[in-house]
């Protein structure tokens, strides 16, 4: 008999920074093609670029989260183009 039961269900999370989109991407469009390919976006944010220079002003880039047992379909090279970046997001401390 369980008697401690959650009052919630927790989701494990994966925060990713997507980067060198176009800059016409929207975070509409990037929502839409993750829902496309089976991917529940939690929040989807516009990020700065970690490009550097130039190059930075000449992109898009998104901060996303997505639930961890997604994170997979997110990295897979097949669902995006070449030159997209996507990696961990990078949290920095408040001090």
Known sequence: MIILKAGV????????????????????LLKDHLLACKV???T???????LRGEERDNVTAFRVCVPADDKHKICDP???STGVIIEDWKF???K
């Open 92 to 94: 920095t401390s408040k």
């Open 40 to 42: 529940q976006v939690i």
């Open 78 to 80: 097949e669902l995006r």
């Open 44 to 50: 989807c944010y516009p990020a700065k670029s970690w």
């Open 9 to 28: 269900q927790i989701i494990q999370k994966a925060v990713m920074h997507i980067d060198n989109l176009h800059p016409d991407c929207t975070e509409a």
